[in-house]
């Protein structure tokens, strides 16, 4: 780091001076490239210019040792000087100003008559120190002013990138005394510009836990709600210690609500459905959809019901995109799919603590990341039935509990359930409470089989043609009467998602061409020759089982459930269902 001498004019110019008054004899100093910095007498007045024969000084500056010359003129120094043999000067005296190993300067003292030349060499060795003290001083103060520009460089860095966080930040002293704060900080904890008075933690925010994590230097995470706001804030607490001294703390904050509108738009906005996307103009379907436009705008708890693979949840959706929640969350959770002991803490969160391996902050449970909008509990029929009655009470009162909390906190939530199960019949045997189903099914929407709506077939293989041919990039020329023939009249027990998946096998298969019979899978073709040949097996239970059956065969499947349900068009779930339901396989192992 080089200092320049010029930074701290006026510093240089009292030392000239200073030096003058003591000495009685005229003083310049020079910067590192010959400008005269300062200087007294004659020298006063050409401050700022370069010193013309400065050969003295240069010799300084390069050689780092003090000069003194007594015999201005005809010292060998002077050799290269315009004025020599003709020079004013009676004496001169330069030290190099120096900082480490560098020469930033030189200090220079000239005589113009006896007497001062006198006091020049009478005391060298106590003139020399002297005038090195006084160099010391000028370098003392060019670093000191070089380290204060440093260090506000540096603090307006800092200030920036603390701006520049998405988190609001509060530094906190160990009097848990506000020290800094970013705008954001004060925007979220409406802290005036200029504070009248000193801020201190607990005038910002309103909990103890926090207040006791900082004094005892401990790291901290919850919400917390904020004193002069209304917002509930996320902070961390991360405590600073110098050599275990607790010196404060650093406290992060974000605003709840942004937390919560992220995960919406984390959840919500991947897939808007619209009734428009709902494929199908069989009487039947288009009675459900009428129904369901209606219903969509009221706050009613809806059930659908339905075989897997009809579309429950896109009905589910298209229902909250035509209400009022549309620009809240969606949040969709399969009862079935979450082991158990999960699914609570998934349903209603937990907090900080509550039980072992929770996680730090505890966790948002779905009916919070739902609030204002929709939960759509798929497979209710699932559900334990410890949790149907938590579930029926969150209904009933508007409020969920976080487990390991006992504050209620009120939500505003539009449940949608599905299932394919006989729920009624469920309640007969016990194993679903009726005060839930009669909670839930106030409007029931009940999506028909597509083997009971075969006239939507074509108009939903043309959208899967059209749809496949997109997403896999190979238009096909089109698709036969016969092929369509062959579809319109198998029973698709995996129902819409069934027939998607022939499509795409199609789609893939034909790679450009036409769809014809040929192209269907063998299972299609297989089973409606079968049906021909053999009446009995019209039964759609023994049909499905055969189904089955045959595609586990067919992809032979040790360890490959997931080929056979995607085979079959239905999910994983609901395969291991069908194989416990009909007994299929009971010897082998599906992973
Ligand atoms: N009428 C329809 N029009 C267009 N696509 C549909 C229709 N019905 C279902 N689908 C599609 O079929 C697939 C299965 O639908 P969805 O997941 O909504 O069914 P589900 O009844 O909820 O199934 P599961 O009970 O197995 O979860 C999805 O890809 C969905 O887009």
Redesign the pocket.
Known sequence: MLYYLRDIKSTVQQTADAIAAALKIEVEIADVDLIRVAGTGKYRSQCGSPMMDGFVYQHVMKTGIPVIIDNPGFNELCQPCSRKGNCMEFAEVAIPIRVDDKIIGVIGLVSFDEEQTQRLLDNKQSLLLFLEKMADLLVGKAAEIQQNHDREVLTSQLVTVLNLLRDGILLVNDQQQVTHHNTLAGKLLDIEAQPEQALYLYHLLDNKKLWLAVERGETFSGNIQGKRVATQLYCDVMPIKKHGTIEGAVITLRDFQQIKKLVKAATVNDIETHFS????DSRK?KELKAMALHVAPSKATLLIQ???????????RAIHQSSKRKGHAFIAI?CGAIPENLLESELFGYEEGSFTGAKRGGKLGKFELAHNGTLFL??IGDMPLHLQVKILRVLQERRVERIGSNRSIPVDVRVIA?T?RDLENMVKTGEFREDLYYRLNVIPLT?PPLRERLE?VPI?TQ?YLDYYSVVTDRSVSGITPEAIEILSRYHWPG???EL?NVIEYCVTMVAGGMITADTMPQRIKVEQEAEMQNPSSLNLKVLERETIKKALTLINAEGHKEDAAKLLG??R??LYRKIKEYGIGENRTFS
Request: hydrophobic residues 40%; negative net charge; without cysteine.
């Open positions: 996307q709902i494929v199908g379907m339905g075989e897997s693979g009809t579309g429950k949840e896109l009905l589910a399969n798929d497979e599905a394919h999506i939507d939903l959208f129902n819409v998602r998607g239905i999910s779930a609901s």
